[in-house]
C-alpha cells in the first residue's frame, strides 16, 4: 500500500469535491464541474481512507461526511429557492431542486462508490441521499407542498388551465420519498388526502344537483363527472390511486345518494329505463391501464 491518507488530510481534499457537487444544484451539469483526472482522484481519496489498516481506516468518518455534505446542501441551496413561493411557483420549484438533487447525489454517490460495494453500511448512499431530502425538506414542509398540490388538482377539477405534468412530477416526487422511520409514507399521505377532499367536494356537488335536477339528469351528469375526473388525474396519479378516486366519487354521487335517487325516481315516475342504464354504466366504470374502462 502507498503512502497514508490521514482524516484532516482527506477530508481537505474532499472538501474541494463536495464545493463543486453543490454547484449542481445551481443548475451546473457535472460534465462542466468535473474532468476524469478529478474523478479519479476523488474515488481514490475514498478507497486509500477506506482500505488503511486501523486506525487509520476512515470509512465511518466518510459516511457521515458524506451526508453531513448532503444536508449543507439542502440547507444552503434547496430551503432558501423554495422560501417565499407558494402554490404552482413552489411545487415547480421543488420538483426542480429535487431533480438537481439527485444529480448531485448521484454524482458523490460515484466517488464514494466504494464504500456501498464493501462495506454492510445501515443504509446505502441513495437511501441516506433520498432520507436527507424526506427529513429536511419533504417532512418539515410537507403540509405546504400538500396544500399547493391539492390546490392545483381542484383548479384542474374546475377545468381551470393547469399543468398536469408538474403534478405528475408531484405524485411522483411523493412516492420517491419512501417509507420514513416512522413508517408513514408521503405518497399515502398525500393520497388520503386526495380522497378526503374529493369526498367533500362531490359530495357538496351532489347535494347541489339533488336539489336542481331530476334522477335522469343527475345520472347524466354523474357519469359525465366520473368520466372527466378520471380521464384527468389518470394522467397524473397512480393507477391504484385513480381507481381508489373512482370508488370515493361512485360512493358519494350514488351510494350516498342512492336512497334519495329512488325516491326522487318514484315521484317522478318517467324515464326510469334511461335512469337504470345510467346508473348501470355508472357503477361499472373501471380503471384500466390508466383510462376508464366499462366492462361488457
Known sequence: MGRLITLEEGLSILE???GKAAMILDGYPTSALFNSEEYM????CVYVMCVQPEPCDHSLHLCHRFEQALV?????KVLPSLQDKNDAFLLKELTNMWAKYKSMAKCLGGFFLYIDRAYKIDASLSDVSVRCFRDHVCT??????QDAA????NQDRNDNPTDRGLLKNVSTFFF???IGEDNTHCYINFEKAILADAAIYYSRLASEWLACYSSVDYMTKAESCLNNEIQRVSQYLHQTTAAKLLQVLQWQLMGQTASKLIEKQKVENHDLATYQELLSRCASLSIGDGTIASPS
Open 176 to 178: 420517491e420519498m419512501g
Open 16 to 18: 474541494e469535491c463536495f
Open 72 to 76: 449543507e446542501s439542502i440547507y444552503s
Open 150 to 153: 391539492i390546490s392545483l388538482i
Open 140 to 145: 418539515a414542509h410537507y403540509q405546504k407542498f
Open 41 to 44: 482522484k476523488f474515488y481514490h
